[in-house]
């Protein structure tokens, strides 16, 4: 059974800095583009970041480019989101996702999902 399991969200004040780990069990997952998304209260869920499998190269959305950071250990099979210059519009529930697509920011390519971890960022 595939899984995938986030940790490391919770409160913090706007600028601060939180990191988000996805732990992935089931298979390995070094030929999967791995991606963060994240769903506010009464939003749709959107896309924060991506990572691709082979090269490792990785993508933002605009809203947290230079802000944050993906990156992901193999060998852990894990998948790491560092958020740093946190906002309170960052506030939201994020989750980790699994992709064959390569460098794939569309939510429908995403075959595997996290059940999401809450980040609160207070003003």
């Known amino acids: 059974q595939v899984q995938l399991v986030e940790s490391g969200g919770g409160l913090v004040q706007a600028g601060g800095s939180v990191r988000l780990s996805c732990s992935a069990s089931?298979?390995?997952?070094?030929?999967?583009?791995m991606g963060w998304f994240r769903q506010a209260p009464g939003k749709q869920r959107e896309f924060v970041a991506g990572i691709s499998w082979g090269t490792d190269n990785t993508y933002y959305a605009d809203s947290v480019k230079g802000r944050f950071t993906i990156s992901r250990d193999k060998v852990k099979n894990t998948v790491y989101l560092q958020m740093n210059s946190l906002k309170p519009e960052d506030t939201a529930v994020y989750y980790c996702?699994?992709?064959?697509?390569?460098?794939?920011?569309?939510?429908?390519?995403?075959?595997?999902w996290g059940q999401g971890t809450q980040v609160t960022v207070s003003s």
């Open positions: 996702a699994a992709s064959r697509r390569y460098m794939s920011s569309t939510i429908d390519t995403y075959d595997y």
């Open positions: 089931g298979r390995t997952f070094s030929s999967y583009t």
